[in-house]
């Protein structure tokens, strides 16, 4: 059974750095058949998929285009995780981020992180 | 970018009595790549439909799903008080590649 463990911190400063990370227990980040991503949920913006990684013989990396240019999602296989990391932050960003594992439907979810950006 | 409507946007019912939950494609999608899910207060969403009619593991038969091109049902058939909470539609574009939900519904206890 595919499990995913999340952590980072649940409070971040405005312009700074959000970073988060997604243990995978019972599957592989380099699976060839597998997508990793990452979605948030806020009362503003209800249900938002951020953006994916996955392995196909290469890395393959796909972000929605509200946060392109300030997202960045990382593999790190020797870990069996992945990472997310989104710069410059503002209170827009405050919600709960969901590591999540799934191509077409979203099959397996960690349990999610809450985040603040505040001063 | 395709837009999900859902509506209603809250349904009040009673246990045992039946749910019909709409999500409308802004354009025609493909029934392979819309999807219901369930959340509940505090906890992650849970895959329900997978291809539009297909049960995910462990789904029990009172949820169904149905439609095709722009118009989706998610479909339940009697309440058990477990179902009361939020349910989305989403849809999988591989161009450009990604996810976009539907607004949810809630359904609630009257």
């Known amino acids: 059974q595919v499990q995913l463990q999340q952590s980072g911190p649940g409070l971040v400063k405005p312009s700074q750095t959000l970073s988060l990370t997604c243990a995978i227990s019972?599957?592989?980040?380099?699976?060839?058949?597998?997508?990793w991503n990452w979605i948030r949920q806020s009362p503003s913006r209800g249900l938002e998929w951020l953006g994916r990684t996955y392995y196909r013989s290469k890395w393959y990396n796909d972000y929605a285009v509200s946060v392109r240019g300030r997202i960045i999602i990382t593999p790190d296989t020797s870990k069996n995780q992945f990472s997310l990391q989104l710069n410059s932050v503002t209170p827009e960003d405050t919600g709960v981020y969901y590591c999540v594992g799934g191509v077409v439907y979203m099959d397996v979810w960690g349990k999610g992180t809450t985040v603040t950006v505040s001063s | 970018e395709i837009v999900l409507t859902q509506s209603p946007g809250t349904l009040s019912l009673s246990p045992g009595e039946g749910a019909t939950l709409s999500c409308r494609a802004s354009?025609?999608?493909?029934?392979?790549?819309l999807a219901w899910y369930q959340r509940k207060p505090g906890q992650a969403p849970r895959l329900l439909i997978s291809g539009a009619s297909s049960r995910a593991t462990g789904i029990p038969d009172r949820f169904s799903g149905s439609g095709s091109e722009t118009d989706f049902t998610l479909t339940i058939s009697r309440l058990e008080p477990e179902d009361f909470a939020v349910y989305y539609c989403?849809?999988?574009?591989?161009?450009?590649?990604?996810?976009?939900f539907g607004g949810g519904t809630k359904v609630e206890i009257k």
């Open positions: 354009q025609s999608v493909p029934r392979t790549f």
């Open positions: 019972g599957d592989s980040v380099s699976s060839n058949s597998g997508a």
């Open positions: 989403q849809h999988y574009s591989t161009s450009p590649p990604g996810l976009t």
